[in-house]
């Protein structure tokens, strides 16, 4: 059995701003468990996102995902997450990261050091989350006699997204929870659950299609892990699967602007698309692996409604009246 407050849904790049409202809402709705949004270059900003989120919900966490510590000043993100925690008490999360390298180049924001500008910036916001005067001189940004006026009672969560041994270490340092970008397969996670001390929470995100055709399931994301696999190509998410020869391989070969031809396995191995059935197992196998939840970034983007109500009542329902149905079998296993 899955149970729903384990299953969340990822918004950013794939959902037009004004659309934020009513999938949020119908996500409560539907009993899943988290919402998230991705902050992704440039499509709708991460903090007005997560706004209509929470504004949009009742219950519901929210978190941020995630806020790069190079575009924003860790002062001016510490006020506009005070202002969500205090007007939201106890369902914002705040997660930050480094962000997509390539945005932060066309930008001339990459840090010099992002390891160090990472852990400083969580330093910092912390603090100033939790009311206390900030004065010092950062790797990256320069705080002088900076205290919050209106910090909040209860702070958020600060969460830390990372790919890399280096990064998930130091999020398992300084964070209260850890992001896994999406192609996390089973391996990956089984393989950062071994660098993070064993209490933290653990969220990875999912490209995900349900279809009752398979093949239509797959070709829904196919696009999106081809994108994300040449963009991730020597990390530890492709270095951690069974495929990282290959996939490199291919990847080298690519000329300008060609697209890489995606494999069924590879989408098998990094995605989560396929019938309800083959979902639902799929969705088991990571959380089997170690993910404490999963964030599904749902495909394709122009009916996320039918894609949340397939997700909740023939993949989430399905699972739980399965496991129902099994107890209460005469000498059913337990």
Known sequence: MIPSNKIGIVFGSLTPPEQLTAGATLAERLGLGEL????????????????????????????????????????????ELAGLARTYPGRVRAGIGLGNRGWLEQMGLLPPRPLTALGETADVLRE??????????????????????????LPPELWIGAVNARGLRLAGEKADGVLLSVLAGPAYVRWVRELL???????????????????????AVRAAVGMFLQA????????KSPYAKEIRTAVAALAPAEELTVEDAWIDEFAVAGTPDQVRTRL??????????????????????????????????ASTASSARSESVPGAAV
């Open 284 to 317: 088991d196998e990571l959380l089997a692996s170690g993910a404490n939840s999963l964030g599904l970034w749902l495909f394709p983007p122009d009916r996320l409604d039918d894609q949340l109500h397939r997700l909740a009542t023939e993949v989430l329902a």
């Open 197 to 219: 001390p064993r209490h933290t929470p653990v969220t990875a995100f999912a490209l995900t299609a349900i279809d009752d055709d398979e093949r239509a399931a797959r070709d």
């Open 36 to 79: 998230w949004f991705s902050e992704d270059c440039f499509f709708t900003g991460g903090l007005s996102g997560l706004t209509q989120l929470l504004a949009a919900t009742r219950e519901i966490p929210a978190g941020l995902g995630l806020a790069s510590i190079a575009t924003r000043h860790p002062a001016i993100l510490a006020m």
């Open 232 to 239: 991730e190509s020597e990390s530890a998410l492709i270095g």
């Open 128 to 153: 100033l989350l939790a009311g206390e005067v900030v004065d010092r001189e950062t790797g990256t940004h320069v705080l002088s006699d900076i205290r919050l006026s209106f910090p909040p009672g």
